[in-house]
């Protein structure tokens, strides 16, 4: 019943911008967070970016603050991932997964490089 989909991923140069999506079926944004994370080759996973439920207040991990924002359109159940001044190091697979990790996406593959 719980599924999470993102898209929005490709091929991008350098200081270019991507628009990932999320979207969610199975529970409402209005009572779970939602993180975005990143997996590079031969790197653990990292944690990107955060939306609370409650007021939709953010985070960002200090690599992508100022470049990246994450926001939600609950009548929709999306989450969304704006990637500014895209840097080759940003190049990854992109997750997104309810804040308990109990449910993940497959991904969507970023590729940043000239």
């Known amino acids: 019943q719980v599924q999470l989909v993102e898209s929005g991923g490709g091929l991008v140069q350098p200081g270019g911008s991507l628009r990932l999506s999320c979207a969610v079926s199975?529970?409402?944004?209005?009572?779970?967070?939602i993180g975005w994370f990143c997996r590079a080759p031969g790197k653990g996973r990292e944690g990107v970016s955060f939306?609370?439920?409650?007021?939709?207040?953010?985070e960002y991990a200090d690599s992508v603050k100022g470049r990246f924002t994450i926001s939600r359109d609950i009548a929709k159940n999306t989450v969304y991932l704006q990637m500014d001044s895209l840097k080759p190091e940003d190049t990854a697979v992109y997750y997104c997964?309810?804040?308990?990790?109990?449910?993940w996406g497959k991904g969507t593959l970023v590729t940043v490089s000239s």
């Open positions: 997964a309810s804040a308990n990790m109990d449910y």
């Open positions: 199975g529970f409402t944004l209005e009572y779970y967070a």
């Open positions: 939306i609370s439920s409650a007021d939709g207040s953010t």
